[in-house]
T-cell receptor
Framework: KNEVEQSPQNLTAQEGEFITINCSYS?????LHWLQQHPGGGIVSLFM???GKKKHGRLIATINIQEKHSSLHITASHPRDSAVYIC???????????FGTGTSLTVIP | DADVTQTPRNRITKTGKRIMLECSQT?????MYWYRQDPGLGLRLIYY???????NKGEISDGYSVSRQAQAKFSLSLESAIPNQTALYFC?????????????FGPGTRLTVL
């Protein structure tokens, strides 16, 4: 069983659509991270959050600690948002990171 | 210049060969990590190091070894490569002084073992 589950695995959207990617986890965490992996392979950190909501440009991340669930939203999606989005959690019981398998997003012009 | 660099970026080798992947960082971070990524699987932790004298096994350390030569350098070795070690390998760093565990990733090394 994976400690971190993401849905959907693949997502295709039209430019301008509102996009939601979901992440559920089963371990106690100190923080949850959203990462973006570009087609070339590079990985960048988008958000780190332990409660509530964070916003950066068109990206919004929320977390519900009680439900062990997080969502990543993209407003007014654009083709340049096409990437793999990875949810990861850092465990609060040790120095462990657990990663989801990623959501592959394609935004069509 | 990139803060976290990996060499080589691509490598093709044969079964049984010894391979070393190198990671360097200019961020001044104390913590460094090695991950592998396989299609359909999430990133998996191979080894991590919280300081020059600190080495810890991750989820999938069998068949791998590491060396933390300096705070800025963390090398991953495959003593005798096998085909199921074909994967994309990432190095990452984090700074324990920042109060967050945000990780900064290198560009990745694509390794193919024939």
């Amino acid at each position: 069983k994976n400690e971190v589950e993401q849905s959907p695995q693949n997502l295709t959207a039209q430019e301008g659509e509102f996009i939601t990617i979901n992440c559920s986890y089963s371990v106690g965490i100190s923080a949850l991270h959203w990462l973006q992996q570009h087609p070339g392979g590079g990985i960048v950190s988008l958000f780190m959050l332990s409660s509530g909501k964070k916003k950066h440009g068109r990206l919004i991340a929320t977390i519900n600690i009680q439900e062990k669930h997080s969502s990543l939203h993209i407003t007014a999606s654009h083709p340049r948002d096409s990437a793999v989005y990875i949810c990861a959690v850092s465990s609060n019981t040790g120095n462990q990171f657990y990663f989801g398998t990623g959501t592959s997003l394609t935004v069509i012009p | 210049d990139a803060d976290v660099t990996q060499t080589p970026r691509n490598r093709i080798t044969k079964t049984g060969k010894r391979i070393m992947l190198e990671c360097s960082q200019t961020k001044g971070h104390d913590r460094m990590y090695w991950y592998r990524q396989d299609p359909g699987l999430g990133l998996r932790l191979i080894y991590y190091s919280f300081d020059v004298k600190d080495i810890n096994k991750g989820e999938i350390s069998d068949g791998y070894s590491v060396s933390r030569q300096a705070q800025a350098k963390f090398s991953l070795s495959l003593e005798s490569a096998i085909p199921n070690q074909t994967a994309l390998y990432f190095c990452a760093t984090s700074d324990s002084r920042q109060g967050s565990d945000t990780q900064y990733f290198g560009p990745g090394t694509r390794l193919t073992v024939l």
